[in-house]
C-alpha cells in the first residue's frame, strides 16, 4: 500500500487532472506530461515531474526544479539528480512573478511548456 499523499501533493495532482492530464505518483516525484507546442520537441507528448517535496507549497509556493528525461537537453543549465527517477535530471528553473491573475496550474503549465520550448535536439 502506498503512503497517504499530501495534501498539496493531492492538489497538485488534481489540478493537473482538472487540465486533463493524467499524473502519478512514481518514486518520490510526480510525473506527468505536457504537449509541446514549439520548439524542437513541438508535436511531442513530453514527460516531465516534479519532487513531492517540491510540493509542499503548493499552490501559494510553486516548484523550482523540472525533471526531464536525461534525453531532453538544454542549450544552458542546472542539473542534478536529487530525487529523480533513474535515468532523469532535474533543472533549475525559476518561474520568476507567481501570478494570480488565473489559476496557479495553468501559470505552472505555462512554465513547463516555455521550458520545454527551450529544449534542443
Known sequence: MSPE?????AAFIAD??????QASVQGSAVVYSVYAVAGALAGTEVPTAVSMSELAGWPAVPPHWLHFE????FAATNTDTNECLDGWLRHSRDIGA???DRPPIANWLAH??????????
Open 5 to 9: 499523499l499530501s495534501a498539496p501533493v
Open 16 to 21: 493537473l487532472n482538472d487540465q486533463g492530464i
Open 70 to 73: 536525461s534525453i531532453v537537453r
Open 98 to 100: 507567481w501570478s494570480t
Open 112 to 121: 513547463v511548456r516555455g521550458v520545454v520550448k527551450e529544449a534542443i535536439a
